[in-house]
């Protein structure tokens, strides 16, 4: 999704950052029914509610298209823009017509995993995280214990467990 610059107010109401009056919604479900998240994303279903903290690609304003003039609408994983008739794709998803998913937002699964979902990572044995970045084998405390654990296996000469 991409964020538009519509944000919650303190006398609970919804204004533009331009200041300019709220005229028009989109909500997914037809309305808000939690405002606490503050800020609102544009994705492929419509509008909806996320933490203003977490960082979004942003629009200042493009004509939207009905998504059948893109190439293969989109995959229903981006939206299309009115001028260039090109798909701007979700987060995680990537080519001409948003068909294909990535794992770039979590590094390529830190080449501890592989990418099975936009920006999903299926971690191998020894590690976890979003992003295949924490390994759970040095939890173990002796060589021993660390050689029979499932994707750990070896130690290094300070005796610490690794996958």
């Known amino acids: ?5 519509l944000v919650h107010t303190e006398n609970d109401t919804w204004k533009w950052t ?25 994705d492929s279903v ?3 509610l996320f ?13 939207i298209a009905a998504s059948d003039d ?5 995959s229903q994983h981006g939206l299309c823009n009115r001028q ?12 001409s017509d948003c068909s294909e998913f990535h794992c770039t937002d979590v590094n390529d699964c830190s080449g501890y995993g ?3 979902g936009p920006n999903q ?19 173990y405390t002796t060589c021993q214990a660390c050689s029979r654990q499932p994707g750990c296996g070896w130690c290094d000469e300070q005796q610490d467990c690794f996958p």
Request: aromatic share 10%.
């Open 18 to 42: 331009d200041l300019t009056p709220v005229d028009y919604t989109s909500w997914v479900g037809g309305s808000v029914a939690d405002a606490r998240r503050q800020c609102l994303k544009l």
């Open 84 to 95: 260039t008739l090109a798909c701007s794709c979700d987060r995680g998803w990537r080519s």
């Open 70 to 74: 893109c190439p293969s609408g989109c």
């Open 51 to 63: 933490d203003c903290a977490l960082p979004l690609p942003f629009v200042c304003r493009m004509e």
């Open 121 to 139: 990572c299926q971690c191998r044995v020894g590690w976890k995280g979003r992003a295949c970045t924490v390994t759970y084998c040095n939890l």
């Open 114 to 116: 592989t990418c099975v």
């Open 1 to 5: 999704g991409v964020w538009l610059g």
């Open 46 to 48: 419509g509008w909806s």
